[in-house]
């Protein structure tokens, strides 16, 4: 592969499982020929059906994929805690003393349900993590990010949403809410970044399996089957489906594109 992402240094968050789409996206910067941070909190995967981190394997699979130069770092921290997300972005900055990509991969799954479910904790919680530590995250990579005003040197950012654009997620609304609030601020966040040379794009990756749609580890076998069929191509998103997209937008062929809320999921949300 070419290297269009060479000298370039991208913090990707939420990469603790070979499985994940975070990891995914760290790779394919990788093999770019990126400096790749990732971010990582493993008690989080720990209670989830899927099992806990392997983050060692993490770290063994995107330093195979990292061209000759590139350097790979990792750090843990518990971007619930409005605090962490700052000195994430200072240190992630500080392995090759530039950071121009920043990819919020991070989410909290589990601990929600339905509006009438709802409590003050789990509002909060899904806010935190989902929007505020994203925000939070943002505003410090754009604060240390020096522009030289050309088009060629613009910063990349990415925010996550989810499918709440397209259909109800009934059992998920405390998650959903958080994700539709980086989707609907993403014009606002992109224009005022859009002037420091960051370019602030959001992806909503669809049903992709990252454990969660395996029979064995899913938490929602109910709905599984009903789930597979809708997918009009007739598999689940894999991983590296939206990790496609994201190199593309954070690479030399993607610094036209900004404010964009861009769905990644096999025509999922058409309903064929």
Not at 253 to 265: A, I, L, P, T
């Amino acid at each position: 592969m070419t290297s269009p992402l060479a000298g370039r240094t991208a913090l990707v968050t939420g990469v603790s499982r070979p499985k994940g789409i975070g990891y995914a996206v760290a790779v394919r910067l990788a093999q770019l020929g990126a400096s790749v941070v990732v971010h990582h909190f493993a008690p989080h995967d720990a209670d989830q059906p899927w099992g806990g981190a392997d983050v060692e394997a993490v770290r063994a699979g995107i330093r195979s994929a990292l061209s000759d130069g590139a350097q790979l770092a990792d750090f843990h921290a518990d971007l619930a805690d409005a605090s962490a997300a700052a000195p994430l972005i200072e240190r992630a900055a500080g392995v090759t003393g530039r950071l121009d990509i920043l990819v919020c991969n991070h989410a909290r799954s589990g601990g929600d349900g339905t509006l009438l479910e709802m409590t003050p904790e789990k509002l909060e919680g899904h806010w935190a993590v989902n929007a505020r530590a994203t925000m939070l995250l943002t505003k410090r990579f754009a604060e240390l990010f020096e522009w030289d005003g050309t088009e060629e040197n613009t910063a990349r950012a990415i925010w996550f949403t989810s499918g709440q654009l397209f259909g109800p997620m009934v059992s998920e609304f405390a998650y959903a809410a958080s994700k539709a609030a980086l989707a609907g601020s993403t014009q606002s966040a992109a224009a005022e970044l859009l002037t420091r040379g960051v370019l602030l794009n959001t992806v909503n990756p669809g049903p992709t399996n990252t454990g969660y749609l395996d029979p064995e580890t899913t938490d929602r076998p109910e709905a599984l089957d009903e789930l597979k069929a809708a997918m009009p191509l007739g598999r689940f998103g894999a991983p590296d489906d939206v990790a496609r997209l994201i190199a593309w937008l954070v690479g030399p062929e993607g610094r036209w594109v900004v404010g964009e809320v861009m769905s990644s999921d096999g025509g999922f949300r058409l309903g064929v």
